[in-house]
């Protein structure tokens, strides 16, 4: 799993690159996209960690079949305004959940004809590059385990004492989130979490690691107490996203202001923990790029990512 978002993330930057030497593109060509990975879930909520939609329109949880978009079994409004969210809950319905245990599900956008009711038949799903704008995780019935801290572009990270930081992190027992490097696995960053939901999880990563290094691309990994990673299926509970090193090889870079808004909190039924010492209300800036990179440039990229996650 690592190695698959390592070179998406990959793939995704010289997106990036190519577009951001390009004229700026028009706001027609912004792309949908969904960004999803393993989890387990004691109700059936699942929560795609971010989704961009052209249109108002619904983000639909579907069955797999045998690799493709299966049948429709729950779904949630969404609205192209306010851009890229982060963290959208939508619910698997109680039919298809009663007799859950461990299976592949697709989060997919779909139009909305305009009516407020979601019909598959009147209600299209949208593709990207000629793919469905979704993608395909594992699912697992379970005491919730998640994490999430992918966004609209690269964390930035001091060399020295720098830290990364996970935006939600939901653990069913005492353990901890480990960030490990994608390209080699090294485990580079740790805190420590006592079980519950923790938002805005600042995990320092170690300066010997970011010495000399301008980006890397870490992947966050929940863990048990005894260091065992936690796992929905035979997939881990984890994300990765991309971080710039600011002071690294190549200096201190000029940030651009993100646009990234957060959706969907988490509901208030559900418990959640202190957030320990290790973590900090205040998320870490996100790093734009240069001249003629856009909201679309991104999300192009962001798409790159979404298709080679599923290779």
Known sequence: METRHAVGLLAAGLVVAALA???????????????????????????AE???????????VHRDDDGAVGEPI???????????????????????????????????????????????????MLTTFGQPAGERITVARGDRALVTAAAFAP???NASGGAVTVR???????????V??????????????????????????????????????PTAVLVDGDGEPLTAGDAAV????????RGGAEGTTTPTPPVVQTATPTPASET??????????????????GPGFGLAAALAALAAVALLRRV
């Open 21 to 47: 030497a390009a004229v700026p593109m028009p706001a027609s060509a912004h792309v949908n996209h969904v960004a999803a990975d393993p989890q387990v879930s004691p109700d059936g909520r699942l929560v």
């Open 50 to 60: 971010t989704a961009f939609v052209a249109v108002d329109g619904y983000l639909v």
């Open 74 to 124: 729950g779904h949630a409004p969404i609205s192209q305004a306010g851009g890229l969210k982060t963290d959208v809950s939508v619910t698997v319905a109680d039919g298809a959940w009663d007799d859950w245990t461990t299976d592949e599900a697709w989060l997919v956008l779909h139009t909305s004809d305009g009516d407020g009711e979601f019909e598959p038949d009147d209600d299209e």
């Open 155 to 157: 964390q930035r990270v």
């Open 168 to 178: 939600t992190a939901t653990l069913p027992t005492d353990g901890a989130v480990l």
């Open 180 to 217: 490990r490097n994608g390209s080699d696995g090294e485990v580079v960053g740790r805190a420590n979490l006592s079980a519950g939901t923790h938002a805005n999880v600042s995990v320092p990563i170690d300066e010997s690691f970011l010495d000399g290094r301008d980006r890397f691309t």
């Open 238 to 245: 984890a994300t990765t996203f991309g971080a710039r090193v």
């Open 272 to 289: 959640t923990a202190a957030t320990t010492s290790e973590s900090t209300d205040t998320p870490t800036p996100t790093d734009g790029g």
